[in-house]
């Protein structure tokens, strides 16, 4: 498969949220989303807020993957700390804004295959994870990420969300 990047087109449509929007600081969204949470197969995060308030929110994610940044801003010291888990395994990506790489969509892919928690960490930009985290989360997983400003959205994944994402994506552009 091929990078794929963002093409102007699909900006504005993905800045809505992709899932139910849970409006609010921290662990507020955590603990509105609690009972989805409970029951998803598994839990996936896609920020370092996210990651940090879902650990803070005792519900440890099966995947995490962060950019070390909030708000295009390094993230603070308590939450790098705070993702800083031993029982994860830890991967490095590159990943440039914009951008799904390659080898970002295949670590996912792979990486939820199994049963190990895996922290993946990019270098550069992971806004765009989301997508293929979608697309390779088992039905009934609860994929979590920040929407800038305004919450959390928790994305429940169904074939139907399964289908739209993969239509995004289609949309994007394949590059070498």
Sequence with gaps: MKSLKLPDDLREELKRPLGELYRGDGLECIEGMAPILRIATKV???GDITAYYLLEGAFEPDLIIVDHKTKRKPAPDHV???ISQPSYRTLEVD???ATLSNELIEMIRVGLLGDERLKIVVNGEEDLATLP???HAP???AVVYGQPGEGSVLVFV???KK??????MDRMIAEE
């Design 163 to 168: 289908d739209y994402i993969k239509e995004l």
């Design 158 to 160: 169904t074939i139907e």
């Design 80 to 82: 790098r700390d705070g």
């Design 139 to 141: 039905l009934g997983s």
């Design 95 to 97: 990943n440039p804004p």
């Design 44 to 46: 996936l995060a896609v």
């Design 133 to 135: 985290v979608i697309i």
